[in-house]
């Protein structure tokens, strides 16, 4: 019976100690994935080098869905290039956990800024967060998007109206 007693005092002292970060209501876009075998390492967690591999997809779908297209872009001689990435790490994803990928969007001159995060789904617990500076260049030199500082300016706008 002590034993029980102890042993119930450790959980819930644990769970006194649990912070869990929840998600801002407010992202520009989201996208669900599930973890796949592969993407696991030795430590059954996944490899640090596949999050930047979410991201950039989550980036991709984002254009995507705002009528932006990467292939398109370089048809035209243009490309949007990630300058500089930066990840924290949090807690881990394991295999066939579910997640969610979310992004905002802002400009700093001419770099578009994608500040993204994960979260594991269902409990929400933030897992890794991210900042990724992007530089289009047309035809070679360094330039910004009319049509990507406009959707900038509008989601941003949208954003602020729905937070008032």
Do not use: W
Not at 33 to 59: M, P, S
Not at 97 to 117: A, I, P, T, W
Request: charge should be negative; aromatic fraction near 10%; glycine fraction near 4%.
């Amino acid at each position: 019976m002590l034993g029980m007693e102890i042993s119930n005092k450790i959980i819930n002292f644990a769970n006194e100690k649990k912070t869990y970060t929840r998600m801002k209501k407010n992202y520009m876009f989201q996208l669900e994935f599930k973890v796949r075998d592969y993407e696991c390492d030795l430590q059954g967690i996944v490899n640090n080098a596949n999050y930047q591999h979410f991201y950039e997809h989550t980036r991709h779908e984002f254009l995507l869905a705002n009528d932006i297209s990467f292939a398109q872009l370089h048809d035209e001689g243009v490309e949007l290039v990630v300058a500089r990435a930066t990840m924290a790490f949090k807690t881990p994803l394991h295999s066939r956990e579910s997640f969610l990928s979310v992004l905002n969007l802002h400009q700093e001159g001419m770099r578009y800024v994608f500040d993204q995060k994960i979260y594991r789904l269902p409990d929400m617990v933030l897992c890794n967060t991210g900042r990724f500076d992007s530089v289009a260049t047309i035809n070679g030199k360094l330039g910004t998007l009319p049509m990507l500082d406009d959707l900038v300016k509008r989601l941003i706008e949208k954003q602020q109206n729905e937070e008032a």
